[in-house]
């Protein structure tokens, strides 16, 4: 008899409500609209977060793998041979065809401008155009970075407070009143800060790889820029080019 008082004891003293996203969700069966709307910006944030990651990620192995077949450019006899050689609506080939064009354009002037800084003014602003576009989409990451633990922190703070306002019309403070309640408006912050920690890393990473191609297209400038203001004569030390295998010898 003792043994079954005991374990209608432990069954009486049994959680009988579950915890979690879901619950603090819908406390109660009712809508919490407050945890809805951050948990809906929070996996905006986070989609957007991917989507520029893998997208930018894209198109700076595109422009890396476009600069490993510069050679082929520079071996030809000229820029407006060498620029056929290269990818269509590439960045190398816009920074070659702004080149050209400025060059072509500087003729046209009739005041004294010196065609060395007209030439670098227009091969500048290409490569800064480039550089824009390449950055386009950080400073959502940034902004992220940034707003989404206190967006999961207003969320948190929301729960706690409905949480003591329902465990103070109980009238009951006891730990298994406060601690479910409290638990599950904590899950905002955890995912404010799920979202923000990978924006951070991913900001960083594609920065650091922003400014690498930054450099090689400095520096592409500016190998253009000599060999138009030289005529041709000056081009950028290159590896010698493979050598193609000799036909077989028939006997």
Same mark, same amino acid.
């Not at 579950?18 to 969700?25: P, Q, T, V």
């Not at 922190?153 to 407070?161: D, K, N, P, Q, S």
């Given at each position: 008899?003792?043994?079954?008082?005991?374990?209608?004891?432990?069954?009486?003293?049994?959680?009988?409500?579950? &915890?979690?996203?879901?619950?603090?969700? &819908?406390?109660?069966?009712?809508?919490?609209?407050?945890?809805?709307?951050?948990?809906?910006?929070? =996996?905006?944030?986070?989609?957007?977060?991917?989507?520029?990651?893998?997208?930018?990620?894209?198109?700076?192995?595109?422009?890396?793998?476009?600069?490993?077949?510069?050679?082929?450019?520079?071996?030809?006899?000229?820029?407006?041979?060498?620029?056929? /050689?290269?990818? %269509?609506?590439? #960045?190398?080939?816009?920074?070659?065809?702004?080149?050209?064009?400025?060059?072509?354009?500087?003729? %046209?002037?009739?005041? =004294?401008?010196?065609?060395?800084?007209?030439?670098?003014?227009?091969?500048?602003?290409?490569?800064?155009?480039?550089?824009?576009?390449?950055?386009?989409? @950080? +400073? &959502?990451?940034?902004?992220?970075?940034?707003?989404? +633990? &206190?967006?999961?922190?207003?969320?948190?703070?929301?729960?706690?407070?409905?949480?003591?306002?329902?465990?103070?019309? =109980?009238?009951?403070?006891?730990?298994? /009143?406060?601690?479910?309640?409290?638990?599950?408006?904590?899950?905002?912050?955890?995912?404010?800060?799920?979202? #923000?920690?990978?924006?951070?890393? =991913?900001?960083?990473?594609?920065?650091?790889?922003?400014? $690498?191609? #930054?450099?090689? @297209?400095?520096?592409?400038?500016?190998?253009? @820029?000599?060999?138009?203001?030289?005529?041709?004569?000056?081009?950028?030390?290159?590896?010698?080019?493979?050598?193609?295998? #000799?036909?077989?010898? $028939?006997?």
């Amino acid at each position: 008899m003792f043994i079954y008082a005991l374990a209608a004891a432990a069954g009486a003293a049994a959680p009988q409500k579950s &915890f979690g996203i879901k619950e603090a969700l &819908f406390p109660n069966g009712q809508p919490n609209w407050i945890g809805i709307a951050t948990l809906v910006i929070l =996996a905006i944030m986070s989609f957007g977060s991917f989507y520029i990651l893998f997208t930018k990620l894209m198109e700076q192995n595109k422009i890396i793998g476009q600069y490993k077949n510069i050679g082929t450019f520079w071996r030809a006899p000229s820029l407006r041979e060498g620029a056929a /050689k290269l990818e %269509k609506n590439s #960045a190398w080939r816009q920074i070659v065809d702004d080149g050209i064009a400025a060059e072509d354009q500087h003729g %046209k002037m009739t005041d =004294a401008m010196e065609a060395h800084d007209w030439l670098h003014g227009s091969l500048a602003r290409s490569e800064a155009f480039v550089n824009a576009r390449l950055a386009g989409g @950080l +400073p &959502f990451l940034a902004t992220v970075g940034a707003t989404a +633990p &206190f967006i999961g922190l207003f969320g948190t703070v929301v729960g706690i407070y409905n949480a003591l306002i329902n465990i103070g019309l =109980a009238g009951s403070a006891s730990i298994d /009143k406060v601690a479910g309640p409290v638990g599950e408006a904590l899950i905002m912050t955890a995912l404010g800060l799920l979202v #923000a920690v990978p924006a951070v890393l =991913a900001y960083n990473w594609l920065q650091a790889r922003n400014k $690498k191609i #930054a450099e090689l @297209l400095s520096g592409f400038s500016t190998d253009i @820029l000599a060999n138009i203001n030289s005529k041709g004569a000056v081009k950028p030390a290159l590896p010698a080019a493979p050598a193609t295998p #000799a036909a077989p010898v $028939k006997k």
